[in-house]
């Protein structure tokens, strides 16, 4: 079984500054994927970024990016120049490259945007 | 096109009575999966379905919970003879297939009293 914790119950950044966010999984899984994904209070959960386990690049969306650590599974996300519109929840999930078991999530961290 | 969406999107039940969460996914996508978001237990995995069939359904919660899905579109998720411990928000989400990145609906809150 997967397993994914997030050791940052709330986090708090001012704007404008950069934040990372932690989450390392456990897995005996090869083929996996990995995402971060935001919950604002609306619930409507919003994919922010993706990384398939086989790239050893880091993947990156604008402001969003991730530094991957296979061999740690490790799988921070940093959020430069945060916006007030960042605030919210982040999971961090996985899953098997199947896709059949769904998503593991983590407990999540509350992210907080000071103006 | 449209997104996922969930209907209804807040459900107050008495304890025992049955509910019916229904999900409708996005067009042309094959795979279909449920969670269970509670403030205890975090975000829950419960089933996936692949077309019309559902491989495992050893993550439902108890067998009060069953789930089908129709034409590989539509799903219900039921709940029989709710428990309060049952309140929760239920999450359906679709992807093209079961190897790229799930969609989520916005949710719909049942609470049972």
């Known amino acids: 079984a997967q397993t994914v914790t997030q050791s940052q119950p709330e986090m708090s950044v001012q704007e404008a500054e950069t934040v990372t966010l932690s989450c390392t999984y456990d897995?005996?899984?090869?083929?996996?994927?990995l995402f971060w994904y935001k919950q604002p209070p609306s619930r409507q959960m919003i994919l922010v970024i993706r990384?398939?386990?086989?790239?050893?690049q880091n993947a990156t969306e604008n402001r969003f990016s991730v530094n991957f650590q296979k061999a740690a599974k490790s799988f921070s996300l940093k959020i430069s120049d945060s916006q007030l519109g960042d605030a919210a929840m982040y999971f961090c999930?996985?899953?098997?490259?199947?896709?059949?078991?769904?998503?593991?999530f983590g407990k999540g961290t509350h992210l907080i945007i000071q103006p | 096109g449209a997104g996922v969406s969930q209907s209804p999107s807040n459900k107050v039940t008495e304890k025992g009575k049955d509910v019916e969460l229904r999900c409708d996914p996005i067009?042309?996508?094959?795979?279909l999966y449920w969670y269970r978001q509670s403030l205890g237990q975090g975000l829950e995995f419960l089933i996936y379905?692949?077309?019309?069939?559902?491989?495992?359904k050893s993550g439902l919660p108890s067998d009060r919970f069953s789930a089908e899905r129709t034409g590989g579109s539509v799903s219900t998720l039921t709940i029989q003879r709710t428990q309060q411990e049952d309140s929760a928000v239920y999450l359906c989400?679709?992807?093209?297939?079961?190897?790229?990145?799930?969609?989520f609906g916005p949710g719909t809150r049942l609470t049972v009293l």
């Open positions: 989400a679709s992807s093209y297939d079961r190897y790229n990145e799930q969609f």
């Open positions: 897995t005996s899984e090869s083929d996996y994927y």
């Open positions: 990384q398939e386990a086989y790239k050893q």
């Open positions: 999930a996985f899953v098997a490259g199947g896709g059949a078991d769904g998503l593991t």
């Open positions: 067009s042309g996508h094959t795979a």
């Open positions: 379905f692949q077309g019309n069939s559902a491989p495992d």
